[in-house]
Nanobody, 116 residues
Framework: QVRLVESGGGLVLPGGSLRLSCVVS????????MGWYRQAPGKERELVAS???????NYADSVKGRFTIFRNNAQNTVSLQMNSVKPEDTALYYC??????????WGQGTQVTVSS
């Protein structure tokens, strides 16, 4: 069973920066693509950034050029550097594998609120 613990969220001003972190345990981390997902109130959860086991990255158009995803296989962590944040980035952010395994659980997420 994979255990995911996200952290680093908070309240940030528009145009500011934030770095999210996720610690993963329970599987051989380095073998899996990992991603950051987010869910805003009243909306579906969406994948915003992913990084393969070979460190190839992909981003949703809405965050391209502003967010960067990293992974550290030695520490079993995946991080999301968020720059130039916008109010529409406000959401609960989660990490998980890409794709998400059938029956996989989610962590508690970390709340990001972009507001002046």
């Amino acid at each position: 069973q994979v255990r995911l613990v996200e952290s680093g969220g908070g309240l940030v001003l528009p145009g500011g920066s934030l770095r999210l972190s996720c610690v993963v345990s329970g599987r051989v981390f380095r073998d899996y693509a990992m991603g950051w997902y987010r869910q805003a109130p009243g909306k579906e959860r969406e994948l915003v950034a992913s990084i393969s086991s070979g460190y190839a990255t992909n981003y949703a158009d809405s965050v391209k050029g502003r967010f960067t995803i990293f992974r550290n296989n030695a520490q079993n962590t995946v991080s999301l550097q968020m720059n130039s944040v916008k109010p529409e980035d406000t959401a609960l952010y989660y990490c998980n594998t890409v794709p998400v395994f059938n029956g996989a659980s989610w962590g508690q997420g970390t709340q990001v609120t972009v507001s002046s």
